[in-house]
């Protein structure tokens, strides 16, 4: 069917610009849309047959510009790269959407395994995954002082302080002051009854407390997990430990093996440093806190991310040669007129 200018009806719709802006803000409200919904319910969205048909259309409009400009206006080079750009891109999405996979592993310490989870579909890797470490690296519970809280009863005082070892405080008029001794990050009581820290890990921290009062002095063991719990003997006085341990960084030491390709290696997976090999990515996930022998990792597996990245870099390629030569001729003196 052809238009009375001698053109294409059809042609000149599937490339005309007011259809890529018709679709172009179509999809825009549908994933605004779709970003409101709850995470459960976005798939019933982004995953739909006529979201789908959205991109598709979308992709045909861009493919008939491109063609048009590449056939009868090859001067446009930078607006077809942009074109071909975001079809690069649209490209990429579906093919991580058809591909695409996202799962999980759990290992524990010594264990290995080429296998991983897709929900409840067991997925099986081309590699083997062993855990031969984690462990937590926590900030420093000494760097802005300890949090501790004071209260003597018969004199009506409350406070709060950012205490530092070996640092004495005076508690106003209330005839007791008091300094912090030693902090151990994980108490416990060793075999001859002495308090000992068996790790650096903060599972039990405890503060010792040297307190001089109206009728002497005392030495009193407070714990921020077991606020309540104060082995002293001044019930006059009292205290409360608030330290809160800030977990610094989380770390699974992983060893690959592919017999495949004669390959065995060490990597740590930390969060936002995966561990990515043959296509695959493990991300640090989860990780027992009581334990710390226990590792959880998101597996995913997504080919159209390279895609989606090369589709960018032409997108970027294109939108410079679109401007190039105007900022180019903004930057050329105009000729000079004759005098």
């Known amino acids: ?5 001698g053109g294409n009806v059809f042609w000149e719709t599937i490339k005309s610009a007011r259809l890529a802006f018709v679709l172009l803000w179509a999809i825009i409200a549908v994933s605004f849309t779709g970003a409101l919904l709850p995470a459960e319910q976005q798939p ?25 400009r590449i056939f009868f206006n090859r001067k446009k080079i930078g607006s077809t790269v942009t074109h071909i750009a975001v079809l690069l891109i649209l490209a990429g999405a579906l093919v991580s959407v058809l591909s695409g996979i996202r799962g999980h592993m759990e290992l524990s310490e010594g264990a ?10 067991e997925r099986q890797l081309p590699f083997s995954v062993t855990l031969e470490d984690f462990s937590l690296r926590w900030y ?20 709060a302080f950012q205490v530092r070892l070996n640092t004495v405080y005076p508690l106003g008029k209330t005839g007791y002051s008091f300094s912090a001794v030693k902090y151990l990050p994980h108490f416990i009581f060793n075999e001859d009854h002495a ?21 002497g002095g005392e030495d009193r063991w407070i ?3 077991h606020p309540d719990q104060q082995m002293g003997g001044d019930p006059n006085i009292r205290f409360r430990f608030d330290l809160e341990p800030q977990i610094k960084e989380f770390r699974s030491t992983v060893k690959v093996s592919d ?38 990792l998101d597996v995913v597996y997504d080919p159209g991310v390279k895609i989606v990245f090369l589709g960018f870099i032409l997108l970027n390629l294109g939108i410079i040669a679109i401007f190039y030569p105007k900022l180019k001729a903004s930057f050329v003196d105009p000729p000079k007129e004759r005098t």
Not at 112 to 121: A, N
Not at 140 to 159: I, L, M, T
Request: hydrophobic share 35%.
């Open 112 to 121: 290995g395994s080429d296998r991983f989870y897709e929900g409840d579909r």
């Open 223 to 225: 714990f921020s997990s």
């Open 44 to 68: 019933l969205v982004y995953s739909s047959v006529w979201f789908f048909f959205l991109l598709g259309l979308f992709a045909v409009n861009l493919s008939a510009c491109s063609v048009d």
């Open 259 to 296: 017999p495949s390709r004669g390959a065995t290696f060490t990597r740590d997976i930390k969060v936002n440093s995966p561990l990515e090999y043959r296509g695959y990515s493990f991300y640090q996930a989860r990780y027992d806190s009581a334990g710390l022998s226990w590792t959880g």
């Open 1 to 5: 069917m052809k238009n009375p200018s």
């Open 140 to 159: 420093d519970a000494a760097q802005n002082g300890f949090p501790v809280r004071v209260r003597v009863e018969d004199a009506g005082f409350k406070s």
């Open 195 to 215: 308090p000992v820290s068996v790790s650096d890990q903060p599972q039990n921290p405890a503060l010792l407390i040297h307190i001089v009062g109206r009728e």
